[in-house]
């Protein structure tokens, strides 16, 4: 027992500062790493906000993408802020403001208008950097105006129905009556004494078109799919196409 602890004090004694040695090399190790360390942590936090930076602008230029494709989906309506010709190319009047980026917008007709081809290039601007999208696409305008089904009677409306109006059922006349579009009927059109109707588009309508007397028709055209009854001093501006039999009241007067 007393050889073994003589063993263990010699070991101890015989130690030199060997630890020391080992904590002075990796303090040096350490030194050494630190400085590329910190600027790889750096650099990685240089490259994520850029990265993050380069997302914000491409949500935002896809965001231009869709507001122009809105725009198109309702008709290219003149109160939005897009100037250009009549034929394209448009150009929105203010930056589109998304995400602290300004989107710009321009639209260009593709190949022929009927086709509603659209080719879009939004581009996000974020002090020097920019992102910009590029897409084609097909936009043909919504339905803008009502739907209505069952009998109606339209007795001088004021504001008029916006936009074309499609009915099924009977139309009724009352009055004066104005539409700010086309006009469809799935039935009969009936004007009663002294009604008017102006249509700034055409009128489509599927049954008998009845004009009292006194009556009148103003639209691009008429399209009736039976009979087209006339009375007296009755007036139809614009062109006639009937499917069916014309026929005047007794002593009829009237133009078309």
Not at 36 to 56: C, F, Q
Not at 124 to 145: E, H, K, L, S, Y
Not at 228 to 256: H, M
Request: net charge negative.
């Amino acid at each position: 027992m007393k050889m073994m602890k003589n063993s263990l004090k010699t070991l101890v004694r015989q130690e030199h500062g060997k630890v020391l040695i080992l904590a002075l090399i990796l303090f040096a190790l350490g030194a050494l790493l630190l400085t590329p360390l910190l600027g790889l942590m750096s650099t990685g936090l240089t490259a994520g906000r850029i990265y993050e930076d380069n997302t914000w602008s491409l949500y935002a230029a896809d965001a231009g993408v869709e507001d122009a494709v809105n725009w198109l989906l309702q008709g290219k309506p003149g109160d939005w802020p897009w100037t250009g010709d009549v034929e394209g190319p448009w150009q929105r009047d203010q930056p589109l403001e998304v995400n602290h980026n300004d989107v710009n917008i321009t639209v260009a007709v593709q190949g022929s208008p009927d086709d509603h081809l659209y080719r879009i290039d939004s581009t996000a601007t974020n002090g020097d950097a920019g992102t910009t999208v590029t897409a084609i696409v097909m936009a043909q305008p919504r339905f803008r105006g009502c739907f209505l089904t069952g009998d109606q009677t339209f007795s001088n409306q004021s504001p008029p129905p916006e936009g074309s109006v499609i009915v099924v059922g009977t139309v009724d006349i009352e009055h004066n009556q104005t539409v700010e579009g086309d006009m469809s009927i799935d039935g009969d059109l009936n004007l009663t004494n002294k009604a008017e109707i102006n249509v700034e588009g055409g009128i489509c309508v599927t049954g008998t078109v009845r004009m009292a007397n006194n009556t009148e028709i103003k639209a691009d055209g008429l399209l009736v799919g039976e009979d087209l009854e006339i009375g007296n001093n009755c007036d139809i501006y614009g062109y006639v196409l009937i499917f069916g039999d014309i026929t005047f009241s007794q002593n009829a007067n009237s133009r078309i």
